[in-house]
């Protein structure tokens, strides 16, 4: 159990792996726009912190703030991604105010997941 654990722990950071990567692709290239490949990042890391967020086969008790502060930032995520692709559908580009909120809480998500103990 502990080994399909960590397996979704894996799933989970290569989710934030790929939100963060399509950023920093997007901020190399002079575009600064969201792109489809954010959605899929976003998907992957919720879908996956989800399954963690169940108390599944571990020995210690769940830390439901961790829990609760990565999902209110994912959600801030999420929503900025939602607001960016309207905005460029309209104006063909993102707001600096919505893009760099997107690459900062994604890194800032994936580092709680990591430190926060």
Do not use: C
């Not at 992957?44 to 963690?52: K, T």
């Not at 959600?75 to 905005?87: F, S, T």
């Not at 919505?98 to 994936?110: C, D, E, M, R, S």
Request: overall charge positive; glycine content about 14%.
């Amino acid at each position: 159990m502990e080994t399909l654990r960590g397996i979704v722990v894996l799933v989970h950071l290569v989710g934030f792996a790929v939100l963060f990567g399509a950023w920093v692709v997007e901020l190399a290239n002079g575009k600064r726009g969201v792109t489809r490949v954010m959605n899929w990042g976003l998907a992957i890391a919720a879908v996956a912190g989800l399954a963690l967020a169940a108390p599944w086969g571990i020995d210690h008790d769940l830390n439901y703030a961790k829990l609760g502060t990565k999902l209110v930032i994912l959600i801030v995520i999420g929503a900025l991604i939602g607001i960016g692709l309207g905005r460029q559908r309209k104006t063909g580009s993102v707001p600096p105010a919505i893009f760099w909120p997107i690459g900062i809480l994604t890194l800032v998500n994936a580092g709680i997941a990591v430190l926060w103990r």
